[in-house]
């Protein structure tokens, strides 16, 4: 079995293929950390063993990719949610915690941000206590994911663009101009303030720790997993933790998901018990292995729905999206 995409969902597909690996006769799947963006072009580039059967995502399919693997004949993909994640701001625990804003955020990481009313100017803050005198007058430095990323989309759409909206031109700009609303809201600043990291969660683990006035972007798994050199910021008052995801307070979550191809499930050999596995109970329910690696678990009438989904195999419709 070949699985590609998102780096947040990576490790819970793992622990799930190395449980499936013991516990069955198929061989353990094989999982490549390629980003959300990148797997689901490799997953809809075609039908047949030389592309994957699987690709995970940290955000939902888009109708152009689903479009795109339909005319390469990909016509049938199971749609399956796992779960709920939260992307943290997080520092090294040698520094002070930090409280920001959705507005902080978008401060301090736009391209361009409003000059007054219905202008902008290139980005001119260089530290934190720029964007907010309550915040310290420390540079700001982020490392965060490439635009291949889920957890890149998700943020600049969750964080960015929620900062953006408290100002209330920006906000009325969106039924004005779509177009120049997002390129306002979702243009990430090119000036050295924010460091493309890659893939690699771990690394941007390791740079914050030797580097305790940075700031890094990822989910909150990998908070949970390192949380002995790492905390998360306040977001809006709020930190980030287990149960404040879970009951959406926390403002800046998102659902992860992984696609199936339905043509392969019918011919290669393993997947329907992989499938069965990832759905099961003591895989995603509310006590099951992945909360221990920091997936918030779906309602149960949501578990049960997507794992209806896996077992009927039902495909997802271009009008769902």
Request: glycine share 10%.
């Amino acid at each position: 079995i070949s699985i590609v995409g998102s780096s947040t969902v990576y490790p819970f597909a793992t622990v799930v293929a190395e449980q499936f690996g013991k516990s069955t006769s198929f061989k353990t799947p094989k999982i490549e950390s390629t980003g959300s963006g990148g797997g689901h072009k490799l997953f809809g580039a075609g039908v047949g063993v030389e592309h994957p059967d699987i690709t995970n995502s940290s955000r939902r399919i888009k109708k152009s990719e689903l479009e795109k693997a339909m005319a390469n004949g990909v016509r049938e993909i199971i749609e399956v949610k796992i779960g709920y994640d939260g992307i943290v701001v997080a520092n090294s625990k040698k520094g002070a915690p930090l409280r920001l804003s959705r507005k902080d955020l978008f401060l301090a990481l736009a391209k361009d941000v409003p000059a007054g009313e219905g202008k902008t100017m290139p980005n001119p803050y260089k530290t934190w206590k720029d964007v907010n005198p309550s915040l310290p007058a420390v540079k700001i430095e982020v490392l965060g994911p490439p635009p291949t990323s889920g957890t890149r989309d998700a943020f600049v759409e969750l964080a960015m663009e929620g900062g953006a909206k408290k100002f209330p031109w920006i906000k009325a700009l969106k039924k004005k101009n779509k177009k120049a609303y997002k390129i306002l809201c979702h243009t990430i600043r090119e000036d050295g303030a924010y460091i493309e990291a890659g893939e690699n969660d771990n690394l941007i683990v390791q740079k914050l720790d030797a580097n305790p006035a940075a700031l890094g972007i990822f989910g909150f798994s990998f908070l949970d997993q390192n949380a002995d050199k790492i905390q998360g910021s306040y977001i809006d008052g709020v930190k980030p933790t287990f149960d404040a995801i879970a009951d959406g307070s926390y403002p800046v979550s998102r659902p992860l998901f992984f696609y199936v191809k339905k043509a392969h499930v019918e011919t290669i050999p393993g997947i329907k018990e992989f499938l069965a596995e990832f759905t099961s109970e003591k895989a995603w329910g509310d006590e099951g292995y992945l909360t221990d690696r920091g997936l918030i678990p779906m309602p149960s009438a949501e578990r049960k729905q997507f794992a209806d989904a896996v077992k009927n195999l039902t495909p997802l419709q271009i009008t769902d999206l």
